[in-house]
């Protein structure tokens, strides 16, 4: 068994993350030639000619009819060295709350930037740079797409780089150790094979890059267990199916398991993955387990499971840091947007912005501001208008960082400090 990685495609909705996620899955095989020609005639039947390789990703018919991403897909491929599991997160600005979930649950994330003429980095590109580092999607590699539009030209794909280069430095990543790879996902240039059309690259391919740069992430199997539900289905025959992915610890077959925080219990009956029954799952496994004892109407997506022994922590209120990434005026004491952590999204009032701090230090610049506003780093005080789980930074870290989100925009990402329990 080759080891797991859940790796995330991000970047802006027109820079062609589906095409090369297509493209990736059919280059190694894990999509058939005559799946892939369905896709073909169903492009040209809907005069789409181009967007055969995103229709492998785009599977619900709204989508295809918009040509855009909407929920999250998961399709496994596999390299020499590992089994993916791809992430394809919306580049939509309404969908930025899908990219939220599929970050926290990235190993490693390929960044989608159009080389075309005219396109380049967008706003979306940056939001979703932002959110990856704040999410703590630390291994990255870019793909320079498009180069087919920009006539394989070194000069173009030099530019964007460099653009790439700095965003990436002020964000704080270490560009150093990140590849970045010229690419025609439509035309399959540097994704598995070699482009002759790009002579002047030395660098590897994508499916090269992935094997060579990424490294296997540490699984907090010995931590308490934390698994925070997506969805709940209710199956003929079986029963109560919660499907999740297990951030920390061992969920293992006749566990009995806690659901915070509507507090219900029930018992483990069997677990499967890509649709294969295990016995139990570890960090990073994306599973679906049947639980005796419950029903659908008792879980919810946003829910976390956890043992009786040490379960999920419910927030009375919390102490986090943030980032304000955007917001058109200021940001006071008694504002109260929606919180995206894991996968659960709750309103919460922030009550007090405790002081105004450096985002790269953490060193206190003002305490006790008035208000914050677009740009600034601050820790404030939360407390949420409904029960929601979330966990402290130093113990975890998953399940600590979040997003919050306002007028259909992320106006913030951050980090949980400290959190009183709720009785």
Known sequence: MKPHINLLTAGHVDAGKSTLVGRLLYDTGAIREEEMRKFRELATEMKKETFEFAFVMDTQKEERERGVTIDIMHRPFETMKWFFTIIDAPGHRDFVKNMITGASQADAAIL????????????????????LKVLGVGQLIVVLNKMDAANYDE??????????VN?????????????MIPVSAYNGDNVKNKSDKMTWYK??????????????PAKPTNKPLRLPIQDVYTITGVGTVPVGRVDTGVLKMNDTLVFEPAGVKGEVKSIEVHHQQIPEAKPGDNVGFNVRGISKADVKRG??????????????????????LYHPTVITAGYTPVFHCHTASVACTIEEIIAKVDPRTGAVIQEKPDFIKQGDAAKIRVKPLKPFVIEKQAEFPELARFAIRDMGATVAAGICLDVVKAK
């Open 112 to 131: 989608v930037v159009s080389a075309k003429p005219g396109e380049g980095i967008q706003e979306q590109t940056k939001e979703h740079v932002f959110l």
């Open 155 to 164: 000069k173009r794909f030099t530019e964007v780089k460099n653009d790439v």
């Open 167 to 179: 965003l990436l430095k002020q964000v704080g990543y270490k560009v150093e150790e990140i590849p």
């Open 203 to 216: 660098g590897p391919t994508l499916i090269e890059a992935l094997d060579a740069n990424i490294k296997e």
């Open 303 to 324: 829910d976390v499971a956890g043992h009786p022994d040490n379960p999920p922590t419910v927030a009375k209120e919390f102490t986090a840091q943030i980032v304000v």
